[in-house]
């Protein structure tokens, strides 16, 4: 192990950036048996310079200015935990230009913008490195762009956003409602004061536009995803899910189909008896079907930094042992040649088939259940199971049920009748119905 020391700088000192920090420290004997050589953070960048952190920064240099890092000229390889588009896009697009590999876990920025970093990477014979961009330590990047290489990918479907698992975990554990769950998702650093990215599922859209793109070999294409969060789920649809035997998750999926790839997230019933289904608090899972291999499970810590931190040293460690190599010669950053990396149709929402559930508050009336059934079945969908709450006192009447598999553009067609009812008292909730 004569080689030289390869020198690392870290674009940003937050949780996720002191965490490989204490990784490469805590593991440097076993990451350089690894490697072949010594891999040294010699540089760090961080706005506020003097904060005291959870890491010994002793013999690296601490930079205000995160640009002068990303063109150090003795910094071999870096590391984006910045987050965000800007300043992240520039910082890694300078680092690029200077030669410098990337190391990265910023979803957003490659999900709306990969296509032009990759193709900039491969322009200067460099690779990134994004393994911690999606399910934190899980390595479902590894596991589908080499382990699953000799497969056709039909689907993949996860649970890859931890704060919405919490949330949901917590409704259907303690019957909490969702703004009570929110909030101690909040208090426990789980969900940020403004949640909107994670409960909206714009960050579980963004994990999975990376998870289609290398798993069909399709260019990145986040505009591509159907988005639905969770806030409409009410702790009444938990309770009556069980009933039904199923649980509710936030889930993104991409499937392949005869009118389309399907890119989508969205609340999901799924059966209890399912490994998604068992998936509770923070942890993150994502199950893929490869058409030799049948259905592959992966689980564990999604977030946090030192479960982030293990992706990133993977990255680290993968990008040493051929530093200054033909990227030609490398695994493909989006799994495929680039050459062969292609647009694929998507499908349109309305036209995605899954089962639905509708709940409903009603009048209590005589002919409520043969007027509703009457609708559905004028748009030849059939009813695979009926709940009727009858009311207590003088309050109105609760229906519940779940349809056959049918289109979403008829089920809405459907409901869109069902909601001028004279007896219906307010907003249908309208959740899909997988079975996986």
Same mark, same amino acid.
């Given at each position: 192990?004569?080689?030289?020391?390869?020198?690392?700088?870290?674009?940003?000192?937050?949780? *996720?950036?002191?965490?490989?920090?204490?990784?490469?420290?805590?593991?440097?004997?076993?990451?350089?048996?690894?490697?072949?050589?010594?891999?040294?953070?010699?540089?760090?960048?961080?706005?506020?310079?003097?904060?005291?952190?959870?890491?010994?920064?002793?013999?690296?240099?601490?930079?205000?200015?995160?640009?002068?890092?990303?063109?150090?000229?003795?910094?071999?390889?870096? !590391?984006?935990?910045?987050?965000?588009?800007?300043?992240?896009?520039?910082?890694?697009?300078?680092?690029?230009?200077?030669?410098?590999?990337?190391?990265?876990?910023?979803?957003?920025?490659?999900?709306?913008?990969?296509?032009?970093?990759?193709?900039?990477?491969?322009?200067?014979?460099?690779?990134?490195?994004?393994?911690?961009?999606?399910?934190?330590?899980?390595? *479902?990047?590894?596991?589908?762009?080499?382990?699953?290489?000799?497969?056709?990918?039909?689907?993949?479907?996860?649970?890859?956003?931890?704060?919405?698992?919490?949330?949901?975990?917590?409704?259907?554990?303690?019957?909490?409602?969702?703004?009570?769950?929110?909030?101690?998702?909040?208090?426990?650093?789980?969900?940020?004061?403004? =949640?909107?990215?994670?409960?909206?599922?714009?960050?579980?859209?963004?994990?999975?536009?990376?998870?289609?793109?290398?798993?069909?070999?399709? =260019?990145?294409?986040?505009?591509?995803?159907? !988005?639905?969060?969770?806030?409409?789920?009410?702790?009444?649809?938990?309770?009556?899910?069980?009933?039904?035997?199923?649980?509710?998750?936030?889930?993104?999926?991409?499937?392949?189909?005869?009118?389309?790839?399907?890119?989508?997230?969205?609340?999901?019933?799924?059966?209890?008896?399912?490994?998604?289904?068992?998936?509770?608090?923070?942890?993150?899972?994502?199950?893929?079907?490869?058409?030799? *291999?049948?259905?592959?499970?992966?689980?564990?810590?999604?977030?946090?930094?030192?479960?982030?931190?293990?992706?990133?040293?993977?990255?680290?460690?993968?990008?040493?042992?051929?530093?200054?190599?033909?990227?030609?010669?490398? *695994? =493909?950053?989006?799994?495929?040649?680039?050459?062969?990396?292609?647009?694929?149709?998507?499908?349109?929402?309305?036209?995605?088939?899954?089962?639905?559930?509708?709940?409903?508050?009603?009048?209590?009336?005589?002919?409520?259940?043969?007027?509703?059934?009457?609708?559905?079945?004028?748009?030849?969908?059939?009813?695979?199971?009926?709940?009727?709450?009858? =009311?207590?006192?003088?309050?109105?009447?609760?229906?519940?049920?779940?349809?056959?598999?049918?289109?979403?553009?008829?089920?809405?067609?459907?409901?869109?009748?069902?909601?001028?009812?004279?007896?219906?008292?307010?907003?249908?909730?309208?959740?899909?119905?997988?079975?996986?």
């Amino acid at each position: 192990m004569n080689k030289p020391v390869l020198k690392v700088g870290i674009l940003g000192l937050g949780t *996720v950036g002191q965490g490989v920090l204490r990784l490469l420290k805590n593991n440097a004997e076993e990451i350089e048996r690894r490697v072949g050589r010594k891999l040294q953070v010699s540089h760090v960048s961080a706005r506020s310079a003097g904060k005291a952190r959870d890491c010994d920064l002793s013999g690296i240099e601490v930079l205000s200015d995160a640009m002068q890092l990303a063109t150090q000229a003795d910094v071999d390889i870096i !590391v984006e935990t910045i987050g965000g588009i800007s300043p992240a896009r520039e910082l890694i697009e300078v680092a690029l230009t200077r030669g410098k590999p990337v190391v990265t876990a910023n979803k957003a920025l490659l999900a709306e913008h990969g296509n032009e970093l990759f193709a900039l990477a491969r322009k200067q014979n460099l690779s990134i490195g994004f393994e911690a961009a999606v399910a934190g330590g899980i390595p *479902v990047i590894k596991a589908i762009r080499e382990g699953l290489a000799g497969n056709r990918i039909d689907k993949l479907a996860g649970i890859i956003n931890g704060t919405c698992n919490y949330i949901l975990t917590q409704m259907q554990s303690k019957g909490q409602s969702f703004a009570d769950a929110l909030a101690d998702a909040q208090k426990l650093g789980y969900a940020e004061a403004d =949640p909107t990215f994670d409960i909206g599922g714009f960050d579980a859209a963004h994990k999975l536009t990376i998870l289609a793109s290398i798993a069909f070999g399709m =260019p990145l294409n986040f505009a591509a995803v159907s !988005v639905e969060g969770i806030q409409s789920v009410t702790a009444q649809d938990i309770e009556i899910a069980k009933v039904f035997g199923y649980r509710i998750k936030l889930l993104g999926i991409a499937k392949r189909g005869a009118g389309g790839v399907e890119l989508r997230v969205h609340p999901t019933l799924i059966p209890e008896s399912t490994l998604l289904a068992k998936v509770d608090g923070v942890l993150n899972s994502v199950v893929i079907r490869g058409n030799a *291999v049948g259905e592959v499970g992966l689980y564990g810590r999604g977030a946090g930094g030192d479960a982030t931190a293990s992706a990133v040293v993977a990255d680290l460690v993968d990008l040493a042992r051929g530093f200054g190599g033909d990227v030609r010669h490398a *695994v =493909p950053a989006l799994a495929f040649q680039p050459e062969a990396v292609q647009s694929l149709a998507i499908a349109p929402a309305g036209a995605v088939e899954s089962a639905f559930y509708l709940r409903l508050k009603v009048a209590d009336e005589p002919g409520v259940l043969s007027r509703l059934t009457a609708i559905l079945a004028e748009h030849q969908i059939s009813v695979e199971a009926i709940l009727q709450r009858e =009311p207590s006192g003088h309050e109105d009447a609760h229906v519940a049920l779940i349809t056959s598999v049918i289109a979403q553009q008829r089920f809405d067609h459907a409901l869109n009748e069902i909601r001028k009812l004279p007896f219906v008292r307010s907003d249908a909730a309208r959740l899909r119905v997988e079975k996986f």
